[in-house]
């Protein structure tokens, strides 16, 4: 039961780092950058 309840906290974290990685990229003036750890965390997240 903690190990299914530690998996399924990490996903949700993962799926949120990955999408917040995506919006601070497509905001004006912000570096490609911000792909790498957002492609990184939603891998980790599927």
């Known amino acids: 039961m903690q190990t ?4 399924y906290i990490a996903a ?4 949120i ?3 917040f990685a995506f919006w601070a990229w497509l905001r004006p003036g912000k570096s490609a950058l911000w792909l ?11």
């Open 4 to 7: 299914t309840l530690a998996v």
């Open 17 to 19: 780092v990955g999408c």
């Open 12 to 15: 949700a974290i993962a799926e």
């Open 36 to 46: 790498a750890p957002g492609i990184v965390s939603l891998i980790a997240f599927a």
